[in-house]
């Protein structure tokens, strides 16, 4: 892929030049020849694909699939991901309901290999959702290159409103986040909070996080962060205190 993204500053001022030039810069990254191919395989293939077994045995197809939740980095684990999409969601031992990594969930809730007897794969539209993801993380993934913290940034625009306007209670919503490699990384980071913080009894852990978030925002629970004002704070907070640290 020959795309690079520009962004000219650090910190809050590249975060801004970045959300100024966003919809430009996205348009010249799908324009990208590598990424065009993969998409076009994508939809030309993934209709014969009915059991997980079909799709890790494609390595194009599990790229892209793997690439839309943000885990291209496990490609190599072949029997691991199978054994992610072949469980599904529904059974509380299922393994992706065991991981820490909500991604896999998501992945295997959005194949549905072990949750329907049909798979999603035959739905019309499932190509066109999981093409969707893979451009955002793709595109996420190629701003990390050049500046990580903004690559968090970014995930947190769409993860955290839909944690945050979900239907779990404050408390299911702030273990969401603790779950969540990147999110955790933006609350400590913006809260001031040492590298000793996850040692912490869990809901302890719980306990500091509310408070920080009320005497910074007035609210302690997460669904606050479904209002554009309060993320675009707490991304500035992120951000200026992330450029400190380097």
């Given at each position: 892929?020959?795309?690079?993204?520009?962004?000219?500053?650090?910190?809050?001022?590249?975060?801004?030049?970045?959300?100024?030039?966003?919809?430009?810069?996205?348009?010249?990254f799908?324009?990208?020849a590598?990424?065009?191919r993969?998409?076009?395989?994508?939809?030309?293939?993934?209709?014969?694909?009915?059991?997980?077994?079909?799709?890790?045995?494609?390595?194009?197809?599990?790229?892209?699939?793997?690439?839309?939740?943000?885990?291209?980095?496990?490609?190599g684990?072949k029997?691991?991901?199978q054994?992610?999409?072949?469980?599904?969601?529904?059974n509380?031992?299922?393994l992706?309901?065991?991981?820490?990594?909500?991604?896999?969930?998501?992945?295997?809730k959005?194949?549905?290999?072990?949750?329907?007897?049909?798979?999603?794969?035959?739905?019309?539209?499932?190509?066109?959702?999981?093409?969707?993801?893979?451009?955002?993380?793709?595109?996420?993934?190629?701003?990390?290159?050049?500046d990580?913290?903004?690559?968090?940034?970014?995930?947190?625009?769409?993860?955290?409103?839909?944690?945050?306007?979900?239907?779990l209670?404050?408390?299911?919503?702030w273990?969401?986040?603790?779950?969540?490699?990147?999110?955790?990384r933006?609350?400590?980071?913006?809260?001031?909070?040492?590298?000793?913080?996850?040692?912490?009894?869990?809901?302890?852990q719980?306990?500091?996080?509310?408070?920080?978030s009320?005497?910074?925002?007035?609210a302690?629970g997460?669904?606050?962060f479904?209002?554009?004002?309060?993320?675009?704070?707490?991304?500035?907070?992120?951000l200026?205190?992330?450029?400190?640290?380097?």
């Amino acid at each position: 892929m020959t795309f690079a993204p520009i962004i000219p500053l650090s910190g809050y001022a590249g975060w801004s030049f970045l959300q100024k030039t966003l919809d430009k810069q996205k348009a010249a990254f799908n324009a990208d020849a590598a990424l065009q191919r993969d998409q076009a395989y994508f939809r030309s293939r993934i209709g014969d694909i009915h059991t997980a077994e079909q799709l890790v045995a494609d390595h194009r197809l599990l790229k892209v699939a793997l690439g839309a939740f943000g885990l291209e980095a496990d490609i190599g684990s072949k029997f691991f991901i199978q054994k992610v999409l072949t469980d599904g969601t529904l059974n509380s031992g299922a393994l992706s309901n065991k991981l820490a990594n909500k991604q896999y969930k998501a992945m295997s809730k959005a194949f549905g290999f072990g949750d329907f007897n049909t798979p999603r794969t035959q739905l019309s539209n499932f190509a066109g959702e999981i093409l969707a993801g893979y451009r955002d993380n793709r595109f996420e993934a190629a701003v990390g290159e050049v500046d990580a913290d903004m690559r968090v940034a970014l995930y947190a625009q769409h993860a955290l409103p839909e944690i945050a306007q979900g239907s779990l209670s404050e408390d299911a919503k702030w273990f969401s986040i603790m779950g969540s490699a990147p999110l955790r990384r933006i609350f400590e980071t913006a809260f001031g909070l040492p590298s000793s913080f996850g040692a912490l009894d869990i809901d302890q852990q719980l306990g500091i996080l509310k408070s920080r978030s009320r005497r910074m925002f007035g609210a302690g629970g997460v669904a606050q962060f479904a209002n554009a004002e309060s993320q675009d704070k707490l991304l500035r907070q992120y951000l200026l205190r992330a450029a400190l640290l380097r």
